[in-house]
């Protein structure tokens, strides 16, 4: 993904579907997605490396995001 371009990721929105327009924190969220990005390929990359199959790679990082816990949400 070229790092210039600002619409690489998402259009972040909140809860209520209004969209997140503070340019800093856009910026952040961004930032932290290149990095996330650039972990998770060298992850994959290592995998194969060590002849791990690139299909069981893809569904550990998918388990991963799917098992993330929100902190701020008290409902739970």
Same mark, same amino acid.
């Given at each position: ?6 619409? !690489?990721?998402?259009?972040? @929105? !909140?809860?209520?579907?209004?969209? $997140?327009? @503070?340019?800093?924190? $856009? ?5 932290? /997605?290149? +990095? /996330? ?5 060298? =992850?994959?990359?290592?995998? =194969?490396?060590? +002849? $791990?199959?690139?299909?069981?790679? !893809? +569904? $550990? =990082? %998918? !388990? /991963?995001?799917? %098992?993330? %816990? ?7």
């Amino acid at each position: 993904m070229n790092p210039q371009d600002e619409s !690489r990721w998402a259009k972040w @929105c !909140r809860d209520d579907g209004s969209v $997140v327009s @503070c340019t800093e924190k $856009v910026k952040v969220m961004n930032e932290n /997605l290149d +990095e /996330l990005a650039q972990m998770a390929q060298d =992850l994959f990359e290592d995998g =194969l490396l060590m +002849e $791990v199959s690139a299909e069981q790679m !893809r +569904e $550990v =990082l %998918h !388990r /991963l995001i799917d %098992h993330l %816990h929100d902190p701020y949400n008290t409902n739970t």
